[in-house]
């Protein structure tokens, strides 16, 4: 609040800092071999996976439910929700808590979790970069430094 | 989309709005409730001073809240109303239906506002502006009250300081009347005031209305408090002084002046109260409240003694009109309750089902250490700890659930409301009468029921209930009934829904059921009268053309015996036409813990409800008869159809361990019966009984039948329960015709 | 440290003072607030003889005993005779904040207040030894802009 921009020094990490408050972080994690992300703000917390327990006829994507301190928490295998095959769980295996508001968190199942990415707007590419008529769920492209990520829209992920 | 969690520097607002919106709905609760009392006074052309008086505070401290905390269009609608409140209780304007209709329409509109405000609906900007118009016209232009005659009475200037206007209104009203004032004066301790106090005015309310409280300041030691309270009525002392005693009171009449020419007492200075020219003469009466008697004090014989708060008092006999009086519901104290948000409480549950799990290990513990002769001494004390532990855990939970359960009332009050805006617009008079309130069921349960039971009342009014001409014509009374009933029944509370309309016709529903391709002509032909009847829960089914406004939201009755089932409950309709029609709902009281049955079946487990299970019984393979696939056998005489639950659920595929040795050994049949309808379920093996914390399945997996939720089963791993009613349902659906072929076969 | 006592029958309310005076930046100008609440008049009956406070805020329009009667009470007790006394109401009943400052009150505040209103009126009485019972010296409407 009350700070002191003394230094040029000073003044160039304020304006860093200004900066970086416009990029959008995201999160991203890997699905047999391709990186793919999500923005972090829907990502309540990361979970190794525990017991899960099959739902008999639920729908194909859903894994089971888990128990979260107390809560029960419905599971989506992003692999089968992206059309591949399936893998055994790893040591690697990582359950995203995701929260789009609609009163419900689900689990998304990731082969592993990479780390974040703050892309700025320029770092971003429309979805259709990929040619017209891309599935609901890919957003876009996301460029940072050395990395090539596949945005994914959350909701037509998470829709059972 | 939530963006993450709020960042610092969150103002004040921010901080209490969670508080606002609680608040807010209270007041609106108590608004409600307060609304239908002035409603039925209204109606028996009583007026109740104290109640205006009640209402105007809720709606000024709405908008104090409203303006505290920004939101403005409940500011605008506040402002308003507490114009038009004020005039009502200062006697500047009457309380006439139209202001009542007003009154009532507000309180929809906060609903709606604060709804908004939560951001789960769209601002109703539009109703707003009118209903701002409406009230603004209501408004009276004269100044109030008449010349006082407060100077005929041996008062203290300084309490008439004290008074508040309204207070200073009151007064005046009452000795205008005609009425006398007393001086009720006693100690009492400040610890326990509040609840002496509600002591106090329960004694004193039937007999008079009660003008203000005073401290005196003789309260001498600190502990302990003198008040004087006055209190104008239209008995005499020597009547007043047994119902209202006790120790440390006394109890007398506020002496009138000698009239003017006698020099006495110094002029009163009441400023700044108009100055007296005392009179002698009477002035004319202040304008009252309603047409007809002056304000008098609340009724008194007649009416029975209130009964204790927080229970909702009883109905009126049928026919009387109306709904329950809710001014005794308004004894509430803010002191006795607590709200609570429910997730806290199912956080405390989920707690005691950790609880549950230690208990069980414990147990265990206990068990090897009795094994052991060594430890003797150490055994009898775990077995001790034990029993304790288990004791105290078994009350916190019933502790618990008590606290969840809330009474039917609340929800009724919000369909007396409904039921009153209905019959107001259309040519149809109804009267809501309504039993059992007082019943109480868990709160999950009853905040789904609210919409289930609107529809039901909706389509009462809008189907059932013949129009005023219509039912004069067949020699019914032109004043609709409809019947609300709630009442426990073991462990279950049902709900009835019954009016006095013209009933469903048997070969209206058929033929509008094969109409729509429902069902088969010759299904048709099988069916009993009951089934006939709730042929209306399918989905698809409604039997007028155009959905009527009301009715036609998009929830059919399919909808409401959905959401019902998903409640662990199951909804009932019979009918007899030109007499009326009777729904019937019946609800477990509680979700929260349910006894259940373990199962296994293919190498997973399931609980089954004990609640729904008839027996379980070991599986003779021999007896059971297959009809085109599907499977019943004899047992007790009589036909259970069964089903395997392994191949319902597409689990027999699944390589398992022993699938083999699964064989070898008997599998047991489950019997599940819901209604009059039986199940066999065939299972591998049974685990035993056990009380588990049942927790819903996301919304997610709304759309998988069959389950009701599921429970911890320790170590964090998770079992499934079954909907046994919904089991059934799919099973049993498409049997009809080979239930009947195997009847006559056997 | 200063002791305030809030006496208001509005949880919301409440809530929303003491948020105002537990701020971080306005404890920053007049030091650490301790803020007791009492949910009705009786209530600060009780917790008025128990402690010292520095400020009373209340409001006139609460049931069973109203501010008004609150305020004679105090003004006549020995121990906060002197004690500076905000009143938080309403404008529909300026008789009764008439009232309020002839019995003894200092300011009054009407609602809806904001939150800088009660500061400023917060910090003009913290740390003041307040009036002598007696008619008010200031009316002042400490009042922001009406959201």
Do not use: W
């Amino acid at each position: 609040m009350r700070q002191r921009l003394g230094t040029g020094m000073n003044r160039a990490a304020v304006r860093r800092a200004a900066d970086i408050g416009k990029r959008v972080e995201y999160l991203a994690f890997s699905i047999a071999g391709e990186l793919y992300a999500v923005k972090i703000a829907f990502v309540a917390e990361i979970l190794k996976p525990l017991p899960i327990t099959e739902v008999p006829r639920a729908p194909r994507n859903v894994v089971g439910v888990m128990s979260v301190r107390g809560r029960l928490v419905t599971v989506i295998d992003l692999r089968r929700r992206l059309r591949m095959p399936e893998a055994p769980i790893d040591a690697h295996t990582r359950i995203l808590l995701t929260d789009i508001g609609q009163g419900e968190q689900i689990g998304l199942m990731v082969d592993r979790v990479n780390q974040v990415y703050r892309l700025a707007e320029n770092e971003i590419e429309p979805a259709d970069v990929l040619g017209g008529d891309q599935p609901a769920h890919i957003a876009g492209i996301g460029r940072p430094d050395r990395a090539l990520l596949i945005l994914l829209n959350l909701i037509p992920i998470l829709t059972v | 989309m939530p963006e993450g969690p709020g960042g610092r520097g969150e103002s004040p607002a921010d901080k209490a709005r969670d508080d606002f919106f609680s608040e807010a709905q209270e007041l609106l609760d108590g608004l409600s409730r307060d609304l239908l009392a002035l409603d039925e006074r209204s109606r028996r052309g009583e007026s109740d001073p104290e109640l205006i008086n009640d209402v105007f505070r809720a709606v000024h401290t709405l908008k104090g809240l409203a303006g505290l905390f920004g939101a403005a269009r409940m500011t605008a609608l506040s402002h308003q109303l507490e114009d038009v409140l004020d005039d009502l209780r200062l006697g500047r304007i009457e309380l006439t239906a139209r202001v009542l209709d007003l009154l009532f329409q507000s309180v929809e509109l906060y609903g709606l506002i604060l709804s908004a405000e939560k951001g789960q609906a769209p601002e109703p900007s539009g109703e707003v502006e009118s209903l701002l118009v409406a009230l603004g016209e209501l408004s009276s232009e004269h100044a109030g009250g008449g010349p006082g005659t407060l100077a005929h009475y041996d008062l203290d200037p300084s309490i008439l300081g004290v008074l508040t206007e309204y207070e200073e209104h009151r007064l005046r009203t009452n000795i205008q009347s005609g009425l006398s004032l007393f001086r009720i004066r006693v100690q009492l301790s400040l610890a326990t005031i509040d609840s002496a106090l509600e002591d106090l005015k329960g004694k004193a309310r039937p007999h008079g209305e009660i003008i203000t409280y005073l401290p005196t300041g003789n309260g001498g030691e600190t502990e302990s408090i003198e008040l004087e309270i006055l209190i104008a009525s239209q008995s005499t002392l020597e009547e007043l002084r047994i119902p209202i005693s006790g120790p440390n009171l006394t109890i007398e009449e506020v002496a009138k002046r000698a009239p003017t020419g006698r020099p006495s007492a110094a002029p009163l200075a009441v400023s700044p109260l108009r100055p007296q020219t005392p009179k002698v003469a009477a002035a004319p009466p202040a304008p009252s409240m309603l047409p007809s008697p002056p304000p008098a004090p609340p009724t008194s014989a007649g009416r029975g003694t209130l009964p204790p708060p927080p229970s909702v008092s009883m109905s009126p006999p049928r026919g009387a009109g109306g709904v329950p009086g809710g001014r005794d519901l308004s004894l509430r104290s803010v002191s006795q309750t607590v709200r609570v948000d429910i997730r806290k409480l199912d956080h405390l549950m989920n707690i005691v089902g950790e609880l549950a799990i230690v208990r069980t290990a414990l147990a265990r513990t206990r068990e090897r250490v009795r094994g052991n002769p060594a430890l003797r001494e150490l055994g009898i004390e775990l077995h001790r700890l034990h029993r304790a532990f288990d004791r105290h855990l078994m009350q916190m939970q019933n502790g618990i659930l008590e606290v969840r359960m809330v009474p039917l009332g609340q929800i009724f009050e919000k369909l007396a409301r409904v039921v009153r805006q209905i019959s107001r617009e259309q040519d149809k008079q109804v009267n809501l009468v309504i039993t059992g309130a007082e019943t109480e069921i868990d709160k999950l349960i009853v905040e789904e029921l609210s919409d289930p039971l609107m529809h039901m009342i909706r389509n009462a009014i809008d189907h059932g209930i013949e129009s005023r001409d219509a039912r004069v014509d067949v020699a019914k009374p032109p004043v609709g009934t409809i019947a609300l009933n709630a009442f426990q029944k073991g462990n279950v509370v049902i709900i009835e829904v019954e009016d006095d309309g013209a009933g469903m016709k048997r070969e209206v529903l058929m033929e509008t059921a094969i109409r729509k391709n429902l069902i088969t002509a010759t299904e048709a032909e099988g069916l009993s009268p009951r089934e006939i009847y709730n042929l209306v829960f399918l989905p698809g089914f409604t039997t007028r053309e155009e959905a009527t406004d009301l009715s036609g939201r998009g929830v059919g009755m399919d909808i409401v015996k959905t959401n019902i089932g998903k409640l662990g409950g199951v909804v009932d309709i019979t009918s007899e036409p030109g007499i009326g029609t009777k729904i019937a709902v019946t609800l477990p009281i509680t979700l929260a813990i349910i006894s259940v049955l373990g199962v296994e079946v293919a190498g997973h487990s399931f609980a089954v409800p004990l609640a729904s299970v008839e027996e379980a019984i070991v599986l003779d393979e021999t007896l059971i008869r297959n009809f085109n696939g599907r499977e019943a056998m004899t047992q007790r005489g009589v036909t259970l159809p069964v089903c395997r639950l392994a191949q319902l659920f597409g689990l027999a595929d699944r390589p398992v361990g022993d699938l083999v040795s699964a064989r070898k050994t008997k599998s047991c049949v489950v019997i599940a019966q819901v209604g009059d309808r039986r199940l066999g379920f065939i299972v591998d093996r049974l685990i035993g009984q056990q009380d588990i914390v049942i927790k819903p399945l996301g919304k997610s997996l709304s759309g998988v039948r069959g389950f009701a939720g599921a429970t911890e089963l320790g170590d964090q791993r998770v079992g499934l329960v079954l909907d046994v009613a919904a089991l059934i349902e799919e099973v049993l659906a498409s049997e009809k015709d080979l239930h009947l072929a195997y009847e006559r076969r056997a | 440290m200063s002791r305030v006592l809030v006496v208001e029958d509005s949880a919301s309310t409440r809530a929303f003072v003491r948020a105002v005076l537990e701020d971080e930046g306005f404890a920053g100008l007049v030091g650490d607030c301790e803020v007791v609440l009492a949910t009705s008049g009786f209530d600060a009956m009780r917790l008025l003889p128990r402690g010292h406070y520095d400020l009373i805020i209340t409001d006139i329009n609460m049931a069973d005993i109203n501010g008004l009667e609150l305020i004679h009470f105090i003004r006549k007790s020995d121990h906060h005779r002197a004690t500076p006394l905000i009143i938080i109401s309403t404008q529909n009943t300026e008789r009764d904040i008439e009232r309020g400052l002839a019995l003894g009150a200092n300011a009054y505040l009407p609602k809806p207040f904001t939150a800088e209103g009660l500061r400023e009126l917060v910090l003009r009485y913290l740390g003041t030894k307040g009036n002598e019972a007696g008619p008010a010296s200031e009316s002042a409407a400490a009042r922001g802009p009406v959201g």
